[in-house]
């Protein structure tokens, strides 16, 4: 086998050149979408560091980005080849829609919900099998009806009851510690997207004396808990709110409801800022403020406009997350190419083309495993009855995230022990490479992967369309005629084999950027 050999010539061309001209099958000549306010503030902000916009990305490239980006899948051939037929104008609307409505929408965003939130069943969070079926279950669902943010946001912080029975009371138990300041060090990173640490010690301590009378207590049941309000203290509770205003609460109210009440007010911008700025970093990989879950002072915006923008359609579509998606996603900003006209920290902050970013690794194993027709093998350190997992379960729909595999490891899975988003680890190591160039466990799916073999039976001997199968096949798009030439040539080895060289050509793109990246 000798996938390297062809991979030196089918390397994405990547994000990391400037291209003056179009680059082809990548890049568009033209707009086929209109700009919107997201584009005015991005281009604004744009033109007053001198910087350049990129193109246009090609339909090929736009189906791939946004079956990745919004459902965590890749698309099937022929869906791509309807895609490029379509003449419609309004075909990535349709697209954008579309998705928005498929179950794999509701699966990968309740992962990513589920990472915020940290949904876990083992140490250091301790919620044990039951509650985190119940929790995933309900965030799930709330992600499916697209329930509106505000009143997510307030059922988590509000209720009160059985964490096997009330899904979110899950939120006050998902943590490493239930003192006060704990509390409010993850309910202000979660919903402020703040670090408590960069506060002053009497701002903390005001912010925990909301929490401070939620209590815990066992049931009968086996890992049953109660989370419930502690109507002991007979006095008003003094309060004062992150925006300096002071109140008492009667002793029988609880506080945690007038917290939500100030939150989620349409003119406080700590809610919305935090929502906006997190939507925007999990389709772009990189907050308008960065770090997405930091914000503070001293670390401003890169476009303090077009986040408040964003906040204020929040706002007027009723705290509607699918709208967001929806004007996100249909900007010219979303739809660039990845290919830069202008580079520079600049750049990048200011979104001067689509960023590039490796796949998740949930969304990764599930393409191979696409690709292969194969399933992955899980393992859960509790041996209980929730930790089975049916072997077609797909990554982006597990539960637990104590539920794991070595491949999921390896690529950086977060453990969920925060809820920060840093512990996503994205980034490449050797480990990884080495595995995807010479594991018998890729030389595996490969050669019985029942898509490429359907794709040898349809090409009947023809060369040339065996390459563009295996190409639509793993890479959403036909090769280009310099790609082809050098498969052909290829297949021309001596010592190979048509099949070997078939093999070798598919573990090539595999391991190329365009495989493994966003793009």
Excluded at 155 to 170: K, Q
Excluded at 259 to 284: E, G
Excluded at 432 to 444: A, C, G, I
Aim: net charge negative; aromatic share 10%; proline share 8%.
């Amino acid at each position: 086998m000798k996938p390297w050999l062809i991979a030196a010539l089918l390397s994405f061309c990547g994000a990391h050149t400037v291209a003056a001209q179009t680059v082809r099958p990548f890049e568009s000549d033209s707009w086929s979408v209109p700009a919107n306010g997201v584009d005015t503030r991005v281009l604004a902000g744009l033109q007053k560091k001198g910087l350049q916009p990129a193109h246009p990305c090609s339909d090929e490239v736009f189906i791939r980005r946004v079956y990745l980006d919004l459902i965590g899948t890749l698309p099937e051939p022929s869906a791509v080849r309807e895609f490029l037929a379509d003449a419609s104008p309004d075909k990535r609307a349709a697209l954008i829609g579309a998705l928005l409505q498929r179950d794999e929408f509701a699966d990968y965003w309740a992962l990513k919900w589920g990472d915020l939130l940290r949904v876990k069943a083992e140490f250091p969070v301790n919620l044990w099998p039951n509650a985190v079926q119940a929790y995933h279950h309900w965030i799930r669902e709330a992600v499916k009806e697209n329930r509106p943010y505000d009143q997510f946001a307030r059922e988590l912080l509000t209720s009160s009851g059985s964490n096997f029975r009330v899904p979110p009371v899950n939120f006050y138990r998902a943590v490493q510690g239930r003192e006060p300041a704990a509390l409010a060090e993850v309910v202000a990173l979660t919903f402020m997207g703040t670090r408590l640490a960069s506060w002053p010690a009497g701002k903390r301590a005001d912010l925990a004396t909301f929490f401070s009378r939620v209590a815990y207590k066992k049931t009968g049941e086996w890992k049953e808990e109660i989370v419930y309000l502690d109507l002991a203290p007979t006095e008003p509770l003094a309060v004062v709110f992150p925006d300096g205003t002071k109140a008492s609460i009667p002793a029988g109210d609880d506080p945690r409801v007038a917290f939500a009440d100030w939150l989620i007010r349409p003119d406080n911008p700590w809610f919305t800022r935090n929502i906006a700025n997190r939507v925007w970093a999990w389709l772009f990989g990189r907050g308008i403020v960065h770090e997405p879950d930091d914000i503070r002072p001293d670390n401003p915006p890169s476009n303090p406009d077009l986040l408040s923008y964003l906040q204020q359609e929040l706002v007027n579509a009723k705290y509607d997350l699918r709208h967001l998606y929806r004007l996100i996603l249909n900007s010219r900003t979303y739809q660039q190419s990845a290919i830069p006209q202008s580079t520079g920290p600049d750049a990048e902050a200011l979104f001067a083309c689509y960023p590039v970013r490796r796949l998740d690794a949930e969304v990764l194993i599930d393409a191979l495993n696409w690709v292969g027709g194969t399933h992955e093998s899980y393992t859960s350190p509790i041996p209980e009855p929730f930790t089975y997992i049916p072997e077609d379960q797909r990554s982006i729909g597990l539960p637990d995230g104590s539920i794991t595999s070595l491949f999921l490891e390896m690529f950086g899975r977060p453990p969920r022990d925060t809820g920060l988003e840093s512990e996503r680890n994205n980034q490449p190591t050797d480990a990884q490479r080495l595995y995807l160039l010479n594991s018998t466990d890729v030389y595996r799916r490969i050669t019985r992967s029942p898509r490429l073999h359907a794709v040898a039976r349809a090409a009947e001997g023809d060369r040339a369309a065996l390459v563009q199968g295996v190409y639509m096949t793993l890479l959403s798009r036909e090769p280009t005629a310099e790609e082809l030439s050098a498969a052909e040539q290829y297949f021309d080895t001596p010592e190979l084999g048509a099949e070997q060289a078939a093999i070798d050509l598919a573990w090539a793109l595999i391991n190329t950027m365009e495989f493994l990246y966003r793009h």
